[in-house]
């Protein structure tokens, strides 16, 4: 009898944490997922081209599409991290575009060049941004995202591929975070304009091309 009375309290045991795994099983798929905030950057291209943001559990992801084709995954970063880190357009021209991922103000923005077709970048690692001019299909950038006194601009036709060098102001390397106080004025056929920062207000410097 005492046996019984054990198997008993034992089976009655077992059905008890039973009931609570299934029922924090239940609660858990009934749990909501994390809300997340949406994409709200650029995401058509000329072209027909578009962005398209997806996330799971654990990462989130840009792929670059046309219609109903993937051409390729162009971007992922962990779940939650700013959507300005997983990058965004910067300009957009003909046949590439310029994704730009930012880390917060003051710190250099890292670019990639992005062929339309294919969804590879055309340039090398720690390219970082300055500015474009759309119409003309011109990117202006740095090999560098801390660029130092012998470094240069590089102004880059993104129809002939050509590239044109030009030497950063002496006097911005006065302070820090020098890529972030710099802003593409204008660029003409003869000409290259830039507007920087420094303690004593803004400068103009103008190139000749």
Do not use: C
């Not at 795994?21 to 578009?50: D, F, H």
């Not at 654990?58 to 219609?67: A, C, F, R, T, V």
């Not at 046949?95 to 060049?113: A, C, K, R, T």
């Amino acid at each position: 009898m005492e046996n019984v009375f054990h198997d008993m309290k034992k089976t009655a045991l077992l059905i008890f944490l039973l009931s609570i795994a299934l029922a924090t099983s239940v609660n858990a798929q009934n749990k909501p997922a994390a809300i997340l905030e949406p994409y709200t950057y650029k995401t058509k291209l000329k072209g027909g081209y578009r962005i398209l943001f997806i996330a799971n559990d654990s990462l989130q992801y840009l792929y670059l599409k046309k219609g109903n084709k993937s051409i390729a995954e162009i971007s992922s970063t962990s779940i939650g991290l700013p959507y300005m880190n997983l990058g965004h357009v910067g300009a957009d021209f003909t046949n590439y575009f310029v994704l730009v991922h930012s880390f917060g103000p003051g710190n250099s923005q890292d670019i990639e060049l992005i062929e339309k077709t294919t969804g590879k970048n055309l340039l090398k690692l720690g390219a970082s941004w300055i500015g474009a001019d759309e119409e003309k299909e011109l990117l202006l950038y740095s090999d560098k995202g801390v660029p130092s006194k012998k470094d240069r601009m590089v102004l880059y036709n993104v129809l002939t591929k050509q590239k044109q060098f030009f030497a950063f102001p002496n006097d911005i390397f006065d302070d820090p975070e020098v890529l972030s106080r710099i802003e593409l004025e204008k660029i003409t056929e003869k000409q290259l304009i830039i507007k920087y920062d420094i303690n004593k207000g803004y400068k103009t410097k103008v190139y000749a091309r």
